[in-house]
């Protein structure tokens, strides 16, 4: 399967998955801030699947990305121009609103810094988009009704960074824990506006009744992630890719779960169209729990370098991220994947010299790692969704009648 092949995949899974909710968006206008991003990848494409596979028939969403794409306009964004169903403007969201701005049906606030390398570098910048442009949005969203045009669905992308360290009795944590967050430490400018963030949606919810909802995602992963990004998964990937050691910021012991895209933007999906006003929602994967030296050690065999730990950065990365499964069967498409890569590197052309070589056997290896851990996963039955707390409010039997897509596999590491 080549990784084209795998995306038209998992857009098709998407829409079968969301046949009800993204049947309710059509005719309708959707606005996403931040499209340009990761999460961004599946949200902007899974739109625009719909009404090229189903539009013509159901009727199209008309799709909006504000973006500053201040690391450029991303290749995969670049090649929809000229859709006439999608409109990219470069726009900061720090920034107010532009004069001119349409009538969006439906807004997702996706906009914002998310790695940690990053925010740390911006902390203004971080706090501005996830309070100023969020808040600008929701005054928007007041306007617009008094005009008698009223927003059907906002979505603001919060985090699961808002819990903090939850006590050992709050794992897994429910959307009811108040959090055990710092205020001054290293990520409280990402945080704690954040949780501010949320304050505002509920605000306006209540006070003006806007149709705001909140999701909180724990660790996604997938196509549209950017291996510059520093975030765990990326940051392996490069060191294989660089022949570099795969270097911790831990010692590896902490445990994380992993959720899909494709998975988590079911999820983010039917929070914007069916959950509840001023209610928020976990986002994530219920197992399997892995850490990352057991990982390597069990991939050993195939893996051509060494793992160094490292001292941990900022909070303790001993809190798992879990989640409740939402009723699908157990998958390994992550294997599919992994022997992809595996098969390509395999495949591909000599390049010459012993450096490229060499690179070439780690590359291999880091495919036969993630070939070993998606297999370890799908053969313990526990490649699956999920969503957590009262995300099953939304996604529960009343509601959703059609299956979810399953998770593709999960690799667990450090914080």
Sequence with gaps: MSADELVAEDLEILCNSLSVELAKMAGGSLLI???GGFLGYYLVQGALHWNRTRGPSAGKIDVTVYDNYVRGVPAWLEGLRGNPDLTLVKHDMIEPLPKRIPHFDWIIHAAGIASPMFYRAQPLK????NINGLRNLLEYSVAERNARRPVQGFLFYSSSEIYGDPAANAIPTPETYRGNVSCTGPRACYDESKRFGETLCVTFAKQEGIQTTMARPFNNYGPGLKIT???VLPDFAADVLAGRDIVMLSDGSPSRTFCYATDA???YYKVLVRGG????YNIGIEKPELDARMAFAKAGENLRQQVRGHQRRGRDAQRLARGVALGAEPAGHLVELAQHALDHRQQAPARGGEADH???AIEQAGA???LH????GAEAGLCHVGLLGRAREVADARHVQEGAHLAHGQIHTYS
């Design 33 to 35: 801030t931040g499209g």
């Design 229 to 231: 990004d520093r975030r």
């Design 358 to 360: 060499a690179r070439g």
């Design 265 to 267: 933007i079911v999820g």
């Design 277 to 280: 006003a001023a209610e928020a």
């Design 368 to 370: 036969q790692l993630a």
């Design 126 to 129: 971080c706090i501005d988009a």
């Design 373 to 376: 851990l998606a297999h370890q």
